[in-house]
T-cell receptor, first 111, second 114 residues
Framework: SQQGEEDPQALSIQEGENATMNCSYK?????LQWYRQNSGRGLVHLILIRSNEREKHSGRLRVTLDTSKKSSSLLITASRAADTASYFC???????????FGTGTRLKVLA | DAGVTQSPTHLIKTRGQQVTLRCSPI?????VSWYQQVLGQGPQFIFQ???????GRGNFPDRFSARQFPNYSSELNVNALLLGDSALYLC?????????????FGSGTQLSVL
């Protein structure tokens, strides 16, 4: 079963706008990662935030983590058509090596 | 350097048949994980192998099995295929499979069971 739930399930925005997607999870975690998937193929790692971090930046990406609420958000600023993809959060359970992926947010950026 | 490679890219089988999927990790990576992704959902963990040993197994029936070879490549076997096994099967590699490592994914094998 999925550990994480992404919200919204789908998002459509205009090029240049910001896109925000949220992830909620259920158990204690070591870290939380965000991945992108184009056209149902392989996933590409975007960013990792450790459980003791609250915010992290990478280029146009900003990730926040609130362990008290068991939630994370991914912000993509100044979106481009090439950002059109599905975005998944993945959590690593404390004490295990498996990653549990959420249900994903399908982002469409209109040119 | 080559990324994670999976073969075949597409596969069509009928119910009851058996299938073997193959994965070659990034050079230097010793851990391989397998995930199943049903259309419209996120990937679900099947197995993780490190140094040829199974380190973790997801909630999948015994029809699913895997192994890792001395060169760290891996095979996923599924016996007695069911219609519900139709999915994209993803292989991911990392250096040691540690909890703070990012995963590098292959492009997947699309399995259709008729």
């Amino acid at each position: 079963s999925q550990q994480g739930e992404e919200d919204p399930q789908a998002l459509s925005i205009q090029e240049g706008e910001n896109a925000t997607m949220n992830c909620s999870y259920k158990t204690s975690i070591n870290n939380l990662q965000w991945y992108r998937q184009n056209s149902g193929r392989g996933l590409v790692h975007l960013i990792l935030i450790r459980s003791n971090e609250r915010e992290k930046h990478s280029g146009r990406l900003r990730v926040t983590l609130d362990t008290s609420k068991k939630s994370s958000s991914l912000l993509i600023t100044a979106s481009r058509a090439a950002d059109t993809a599905s975005y998944f959060c993945a959590t690593s359970d404390s004490g295990t090596y498996k990653y549990i992926f959420g249900t994903g947010t399908r982002l469409k950026v209109l040119a | 350097d080559a990324g994670v490679t999976q073969s075949p890219t597409h596969l069509i089988k009928t119910r009851g048949q058996q299938v073997t999927l193959r994965c070659s990790p990034i050079s230097g990576h010793k851990s391989v994980s397998w995930y199943q992704q049903v259309l419209g959902q996120g990937p679900q963990f099947i197995f993780q192998y490190y140094e040829k040993e199974e380190r973790g197994r997801g909630n999948f029936p015994d029809r699913f099995s895997a192994r890792q070879f001395p060169n760290y490549s891996s095979e996923l076997n599924v016996n007695a295929l069911l219609l519900g096994d139709s999915a994209l099967y993803l292989c991911a590699s990392s250096y040691s499979g540690g909890a703070l490592e990012k995963l590098f994914f292959g492009s997947g094998t699309q399995l259709s069971v008729l």
